[in-house]
C-alpha cells in the first residue's frame, strides 16, 4: 500500500521475511523486483482530492531470481537502513522549499493580493521561515560533503527530514493565508462542471497540496519514529 508511482516503476524493491525463525529485523532480505514479472498487479489508490498519488500492489505467488537480491540472504534490513538514509535526505525538501518561498513571494507581489488582509505578524512568521530554510539548507550541503568525503553519517538524514517536512507545511500554512478565500474550492474536484478557478490559477493547486503536505509527516518514516532515531 502507499507506493507512490508505482504506476511508472520499471522495478520495485521489496524487504521480504526469509527466515521465519529469526528475531525482527533479522532474516529479512532486500530483493529488486521487475514490474513486468507474473503476479504483480497494480491498482490505484486516490487520494482525497481524486488524484492517482499511490497504489496497492499485489504479489501473487511471484517468482524472482536469486540474482536480483541486494545483499546478503537475511541481510535484508542493513540495505533498506542505508537506502531509507538516503531517502530521508533527499526528502529534505530543500528544493521545495524554495519553490513555495518563491511562489509565497510572487503572491504577495500580485495585484489580486490587494483585498486580502494578512496577519500583523505574518512577515516576522515569514522572515523566521526563510532563516530556517538557510539553515536547512546549510546542513544539507554539510551532509552532502561528508558523503562526497566518504564519511559516516549518521541521524542527519532523519534530523533533515523532519526539520524539511515541517518547513513546507508551516510554509504552506502561509501560503494559504496569503490566497485567503481563494483557497476554499477544490474546484476542478468539487465542482467539475466548473472548473474555471475562483481566484488565482493556482490558489486550487495551492489548497489542493496543502492537504497533501501533509502527509510529508509519515511518508519516509513518521516524525516520531525520526524522534527516536536522533534520540538513540
Ligand atoms: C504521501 C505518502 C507516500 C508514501 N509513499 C510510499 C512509497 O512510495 N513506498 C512505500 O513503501 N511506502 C510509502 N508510504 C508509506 C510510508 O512509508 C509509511 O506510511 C510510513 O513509513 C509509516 O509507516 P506505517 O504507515 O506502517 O505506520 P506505523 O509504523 O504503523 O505507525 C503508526 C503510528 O505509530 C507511530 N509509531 C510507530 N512506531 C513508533 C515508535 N517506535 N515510536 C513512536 N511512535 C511510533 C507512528 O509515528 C504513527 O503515528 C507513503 C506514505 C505517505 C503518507
Same mark, same amino acid.
Given at each position: 500500500?502507499?507506493t507512490?508511482?508505482a504506476?511508472?516503476?520499471?522495478?520495485?524493491?521489496?524487504?521480504?521475511?526469509?527466515?521465519?525463525a529469526?528475531?525482527?529485523?533479522?532474516?529479512?532480505? +532486500? #530483493?529488486?523486483?521487475?514490474?513486468?514479472?507474473?503476479?504483480?498487479?497494480?491498482r490505484?489508490?486516490?487520494? +482525497?482530492?481524486?488524484?492517482?498519488?499511490?497504489? /496497492? !500492489? +499485489? +504479489?501473487?505467488?511471484?517468482?524472482?531470481?536469486?540474482?536480483?537480491?541486494?545483499g546478503?540472504?537475511?541481510?535484508?534490513?542493513?540495505v533498506?537502513?542505508?537506502?531509507?538514509?538516503?531517502?530521508?535526505?533527499? !526528502?529534505?525538501?530543500?528544493?521545495?522549499n524554495?519553490r513555495?518561498?518563491?511562489?509565497?513571494?510572487?503572491?504577495?507581489?500580485?495585484?489580486?493580493?490587494?483585498d486580502?488582509?494578512?496577519?500583523?505578524?505574518f512577515?516576522?512568521? %515569514?522572515?523566521?521561515?526563510?532563516?530556517?530554510?538557510? @539553515? %536547512?539548507?546549510?546542513?544539507?550541503?554539510?551532509?552532502?560533503?561528508?558523503?562526497?568525503?566518504?564519511?559516516?553519517?549518521?541521524?542527519?538524514?532523519?534530523?533533515?527530514?523532519?526539520?524539511?517536512s515541517?518547513?513546507v /507545511?508551516?510554509l504552506?500554512r502561509?501560503?494559504?493565508?496569503?490566497?485567503?478565500?481563494? @483557497? #476554499?474550492p477544490?474546484?476542478?474536484? *468539487?465542482?467539475?462542471?466548473?472548473?474555471?478557478?475562483?481566484? *488565482?490559477d493556482? *490558489?486550487?493547486?495551492?489548497? *489542493?497540496?496543502?492537504f497533501?503536505?501533509?502527509?510529508?509527516?509519515?511518508?519516509?518514516?513518521?516524525?516520531?519514529?525520526?524522534?527516536?532515531?536522533?534520540?538513540?
Open positions: 500500500i502507499w507512490s508511482a504506476e511508472h516503476a520499471d522495478y520495485i524493491f521489496a524487504l521480504v521475511r526469509t527466515d521465519p529469526a528475531k525482527k529485523q533479522l532474516g529479512i532480505s +532486500f #530483493l529488486l523486483i521487475d514490474m513486468n514479472t507474473p503476479g504483480i498487479e497494480v490505484p489508490l486516490l487520494a +482525497f482530492n481524486g488524484k492517482r498519488l499511490w497504489n /496497492q !500492489v +499485489f +504479489f501473487s505467488d511471484v517468482r524472482v531470481p536469486r540474482h536480483n537480491r541486494l546478503d540472504e537475511n541481510q535484508g534490513w542493513t533498506a537502513k542505508n537506502l531509507l538514509g538516503n531517502e530521508r535526505f533527499m !526528502v529534505s525538501r530543500v528544493a521545495e524554495k513555495i518561498l518563491s511562489r509565497l513571494h510572487e503572491l504577495l507581489a500580485s495585484p489580486q493580493q490587494v486580502i488582509v494578512l496577519e500583523a505578524d512577515f516576522k512568521r %515569514l522572515a523566521a521561515l526563510e532563516i530556517r530554510l538557510g @539553515g %536547512l539548507e546549510a546542513m544539507a550541503s554539510r551532509l552532502l560533503g561528508r558523503f562526497d568525503s566518504g564519511l559516516s553519517i549518521g541521524a542527519e538524514p532523519s534530523m533533515l527530514k523532519l526539520l524539511g515541517q518547513l /507545511q508551516e504552506d502561509l501560503l494559504y493565508e496569503v490566497i485567503a478565500y481563494c @483557497g #476554499l477544490l474546484d476542478s474536484v *468539487s465542482r467539475p462542471d466548473d472548473p474555471v478557478p475562483v481566484c *488565482s493556482s *490558489s486550487d493547486m495551492i489548497a *489542493s497540496a496543502m497533501h503536505h501533509r502527509g510529508y509527516t509519515i511518508a519516509g518514516g513518521t516524525s516520531e519514529v525520526q524522534h527516536n532515531i536522533i534520540a538513540k
